[in-house]
């Protein structure tokens, strides 16, 4: 069974600090790993996807895969309180006839402290 | 570009009722796939559309149901409702490149949040 793994937090982090949001997965099938936040009562807004082992930046955000590892992780710099939300690690392949859906973690809840 | 569009936003239903969801793809988008989030179990795929063929399911029982039409968009049914069925429905559009090693970007709407009674 493919699962992706959370601390669901709350981690709180001061204003302007880097903030460290981490996930690992079980299913090495898995080929592509996406981060979205979801405020309170909205639906997941994508922030960043990777497909490669390494870094990949985007503005303030910085997600880091590890293949090996089965390890992926989003680094927000300077967090403002507004990146205070729920932040969803999925994971996602393909098999044969189609994309696989994707399998979320059940999120980290980050509080931005001003 | 309008993003992905569902209706209705919200819905209260009574036991063994059914219920019928709509989502609209983004333009030019022609898989849609469909999730339910509880805050028990998270964000849980149901299954995808692609071509007005189903083209993956997850592991939910056969109560639930859906279709594509020709123009990408896709409606999800829900029959005998029970209380656990509460929820919000997310529907997500992608490309629906159909070739391919790597999962496509999806892109959520606002979700539909039924409350079963």
């Known amino acids: 069974q493919k699962e992706v793994e959370q601390n669901s937090g709350p981690l709180s982090v001061p204003e302007g600090a880097i903030a460290s949001l981490n996930c690992t997965y079980s299913?090495?099938?898995?080929?592509?790993f996406f981060w979205y936040r979801q405020y309170s009562g909205k639906s997941p807004e994508l922030i960043m996807f990777?497909?490669?082992?390494g870094d990949k930046e985007d503005g303030r955000f910085t997600a880091q895969l590890n293949k090996a590892s089965q390890y992926v992780s989003l680094l927000i710099r300077d967090s403002q309180p507004s990146d205070s939300a729920t932040y969803l690690c999925a994971g996602g392949g393909y098999s044969g006839g189609g994309a696989d859906g994707l399998t979320f973690g059940k999120g980290t809840h980050l509080i931005i402290q001003p | 570009k309008a993003g992905v569009t569902q209706t209705p936003r919200y819905l209260i239903k009574t036991r063994g009722q059914q219920v019928t969801l709509s989502c609209s793809p983004i333009s030019g988008h022609r898989s849609v796939s469909w999730y339910q989030q509880t805050p028990g179990q998270g964000l849980q795929f149901l299954f995808e559309y692609f071509s007005e063929t189903q083209r993956n399911k997850g592991n939910f029982p056969g109560r639930f149901s859906g279709r594509q039409f020709s123009n990408s968009r896709s409606e999800m049914n829900v029959s005998t409702l029970e209380l656990g069925d509460s929820a919000l429905y997310l529907c997500a559009s992608s490309l629906g490149l159909a070739e391919g090693y790597y999962q496509e970007t999806q892109y959520f709407g606002p979700g539909t949040r039924l409350l079963v009674l």
């Open positions: 990777i497909y490669s082992n």
């Open positions: 299913d090495r099938g898995s080929q592509s």
